[in-house]
Nanobody, 111 residues
Framework: QVQLVESGGGLVQPGGSLRLSCRVSGRIFSISPMSWYRQAPGKQRELVGRITSFGLTKYADSVKGRFTISRDNPKNTAYLQMNNLKPEDTAVYYC?????WGQGTQVTVSS
């Protein structure tokens, strides 16, 4: 059984930073790409970015230059470092691997 457990969300002021973590149980992690998605109220879930098993990354234009995805394969954990956060980044953030999803963590950017 593959499980994804997210942590690190919260309330932050515009311009601030947060780091989300996603720990994955099971051997699938080291051989699979990981993705981060987000869903704002009233909007569809959208892809934030993705990292391959080798560490290559790709980002949505809206977060490029501000967000960084990384992974620690021995720890079965992926990270989403978010800098210079904006109110429009407010959403529930989800990690994804294959057909499995994390429970989501709320990120709120507000003064």
């Amino acid at each position: 059984q593959v499980q994804l457990v997210e942590s690190g969300g919260g309330l932050v002021q515009p311009g601030g930073s947060l780091r989300l973590s996603c720990r994955v149980s099971g051997r699938i992690f080291s051989i699979s790409p990981m993705s981060w998605y987000r869903q704002a109220p009233g909007k569809q879930r959208e892809l934030v970015g993705r990292i391959t098993s080798f560490g290559l990354t790709k980002y949505a234009d809206s977060v490029k230059g501000r967000f960084t995805i990384s992974r620690d394969n021995p720890k079965n954990t992926a990270y989403l470092q978010m800098n210079n956060l904006k109110p429009e980044d407010t959403a529930v953030y989800y990690c994804n691997i294959s057909n499995f999803w994390g429970q989501g963590t709320q990120v709120t950017v507000s003064s």
